[in-house]
């Protein structure tokens, strides 16, 4: 697995995304490592991500899975063109769809644990599964339609 996470290869200008923006310190900081096969982040969420006592914020766990996939994508997309990650040109995608399917509730306290797979990939559009679990159980699960979009770099 690459030790660094797919978002340290994004430019400085543009590393800036509440969710996964290394350059925004006001963010959640979500990092996702590429194995190969499958992109793993790990994340703690602080106690004010709460829903009800001893329950994660629902709204927060999608942004995890939101921006965990894109980061997948974004890395499998690098590995299908048989490129490193962060070299021109720069790879990006943005989320044409989000399914969030929430099977049990996800407790605080814990650090969860996500797990994406790149299901399809095309030209254009990448397919992204995401499991969120918190100690090996499996609490939400997302697909996400990843559409790849020209440089974030680009101006209009």
Not at 37 to 61: D, I, N, S
Not at 76 to 87: I, K, L, M
Not at 112 to 129: C, D, F, G, N, P
Request: glycine letters at 10%; hydrophobic letters at 35%; one cysteine or more.
């Amino acid at each position: 697995m690459d030790e660094r996470p797919i978002q340290d290869y994004y430019p400085d200008e543009v590393a800036v995304c509440y969710g996964c923006g290394r350059n925004n310190p006001n963010g959640l900081g979500i990092e996702t490592r590429w194995d190969g096969e499958e992109g793993v982040c790990r994340f703690t969420p602080a106690p004010h991500y709460t829903a009800f006592p001893g329950f994660v914020y629902g709204g927060l766990v999608a942004s995890l899975i939101d921006c965990h996939s894109m980061g997948t994508a974004i890395a499998a997309a690098y590995q299908a063109d048989g490129r490193d990650p962060g070299t021109a040109p720069e790879i990006t995608y943005v989320t044409g769809s989000l399914n969030v399917r929430y099977l049990k509730p996800t407790p605080t306290g814990v650090e969860l644990v996500l797990r994406s797979r790149v299901t399809e990939m095309h030209e254009k559009k990448a397919t992204v599964v995401t499991s969120v679990y918190a100690d090996g159980v499996e609490c939400v699960a997302g697909e996400v339609v990843a559409v790849r979009v020209p440089s974030r770099m680009m101006k209009g």
